[in-house]
């Protein structure tokens, strides 16, 4: 969402922006949320991973495009987003072996019975228009013969990217074939693939549609690599794009990984300049702000943010991340473990029994259940006598044990070990041993945070009561 907001400001010619491309089976694991403190709609996965945000600001111009095989999917995805977008694109042209593994992308174009049928079932179930972006085929009679047997399935538009499946960017894309493609068809033809040979700039953009014939152009790498290319006027210097961009960023909560991955494609061949290695370096979406500037923008923003979620929480009490006793003396907090908001080195287990350890209490315990419906696990962590969990179950019983670590550590207002708050001498004591020989015995990592004296995890049978207290 962040690129696509940037897109449309600083590109007012811009009609519509095409989402990145979304497998069906992820999105059929989400749930639609409506994100108050974002003013945003989250599509949320089991892991609480958001795999695709909107805002109502965009709805009027986006275009979801997924990544399907199946038309009884791809028409469940539809029906799940389309009261938030304002269409549905079906990617039939990526070549990646991500895509045309699972039979998607490109490997549908040798199967055109499936893609009649997956169009056909979407233009049929869905309110909002429909429609598909292809590659050309070895021969030109048969990509003619392909793109009328799609017209026919009621689609609104199809885009053409002119190389064929095995092409690369390296290759020079056939305005030939998708003018010819554009001659024969009566809906509208979306030119693609021109932003390494034909468009430099805004104007090119004009030019590379009058070359292919086509009703307009759909812009890809160009466009990540310099939002404003859209632009009448010509492209903003980079540096004040990146800077907008990484606002729009903050500002949405985007996780610094993806937020470090377009910056690193709009730097490009400036990835060894100074602030290339700086950007390389961060491990943070604060660190990212420092790196360009904005170490303050970024402070302020997230405290505006964090008041808006703690108003939000205060007004819905029984949603609050706050801890919370119930009858069974349990403490619990909707708590999820997020790997990447993490050190690699140190976990909120580690931290957990460091504090232990400086407190002269008994190592934690921790006692965790598998649920049969969905073999989601969830755990309970006892630390001086006191029982801690996580109320939200997860994939895997080591992250279990590290939600309810975490739901211990935030209860007695302690570092858990996210990015930037590491705890000092935990942080010292993991250097020290590794800068020492890993193979002494001596300076051997200690077991994981309770690996001593955890419990086995139960599985439970249908219908078992857990073995824990107050379960």
Same mark, same amino acid.
């Given at each position: ?250 500002? @949405?909560?985007?996780?610094? !990984?993806?937020?470090?991955?377009? *910056?690193?494609?709009?730097? &490009? /061949?400036? +990835?060894?300049? $100074? ?66 908001? @993490?050190?690699?080195?140190? !976990?909120?287990?580690?931290?957990? *029994?460091?504090?232990?350890? &400086? /407190?002269? +209490?008994?190592? $934690? ?107």
């Amino acid at each position: 969402m962040r690129n696509r907001r940037t897109v449309w400001k600083e590109g007012g010619s811009v009609e519509f922006s095409c989402g990145e491309e979304l497998i069906d089976l992820k999105m059929l694991q989400c749930k639609r949320v409506v994100n108050e403190a974002l003013s945003t709609v989250d599509f949320v996965a089991p892991d609480d991973r958001v795999v695709f945000r909107t805002c109502e600001r965009e709805q009027s111009k986006v275009i979801f495009q997924m990544g399907t095989s199946d038309a009884e999917r791809a028409l469940a995805v539809a029906r799940l987003v389309e009261n938030d977008v304002a269409g549905i694109d079906v990617n039939m042209g990526c070549p990646k072996e991500y895509s045309t593994k699972g039979g998607m992308g490109a490997a549908l174009l040798s199967d055109p019975d499936k893609i009649e049928k997956i169009l056909s079932t979407l233009v049929k179930g869905t309110r909002r228009p429909v429609t598909c972006k292809i590659r050309i085929l070895p021969s030109l009679e048969d990509t003619l013969s392909l793109v009328k047997r799609i017209e026919r399935t009621g689609i609104a538009a199809i885009a053409v990217h002119g190389r064929k499946r095995e092409e690369r960017p390296q290759h020079p894309v056939s305005c030939e074939a998708i003018k010819a493609i554009a001659e024969t068809l009566s809906i509208p033809v979306i030119a693609n693939g021109g932003s390494h040979d034909h468009i430099q700039g805004y104007l090119d953009i004009e030019d590379f549609r009058q070359a292919t014939a086509a009703s307009s152009v759909m812009v890809a790498r160009a466009a990540m690599w310099n939002p404003s290319i859209f632009l009448k006027e010509g492209p903003r210097p980079l540096e004040e794009v990146m800077q907008k961009y990484i606002r729009y960023a903050v500002q @949405y909560d985007n996780h610094y !990984t993806n937020t470090k991955y377009c *910056l690193c494609q709009m730097l &490009r /061949e400036q +990835l060894e300049s $100074p602030q290339g290695r700086l950007l390389h370096a961060a491990q943070s979406s604060q660190e990212i702000c420092e790196a360009f500037g904005l170490g303050v923008f970024y402070e302020e923003t997230t405290r505006e943010l964090d008041a808006r979620r703690a108003k939000l929480l205060a007004r819905s009490p029984e949603e609050a991340e706050e801890p919370a006793e119930d009858t069974s003396g349990i403490i619990k907090m909707a708590i999820k473990f997020d790997r990447r908001a @993490y050190s690699p080195q140190i !976990t909120p287990k580690m931290c957990l *029994l460091e504090w232990c350890r &400086r /407190e002269k +209490l008994a190592q $934690p315990v921790y006692e965790t259940v598998q649920r049969p419906l969905d073999r989601l696990f969830c755990s309970v962590v006892t630390v001086a006598e006191q029982k801690y969990q996580s109320t939200l179950w997860d994939k895997s019983k080591k992250l279990a044990e590290q939600a309810a670590a975490i739901v211990c550590l935030r209860s007695q207002g302690l570092p858990e070990g996210r990015l930037g708050e590491e705890s000092p001498s935990l942080h010292k004591r993991k250097r020290e041993a590794l800068d020492q020989d890993p193979g002494d015995p001596r300076t051997q990592e200690p077991a994981m945070p309770g690996e001593l004296c955890k419990k086995p995890f139960v599985a439970l049978a249908s219908g078992q009561e857990s073995p824990l207290e107050g379960w």
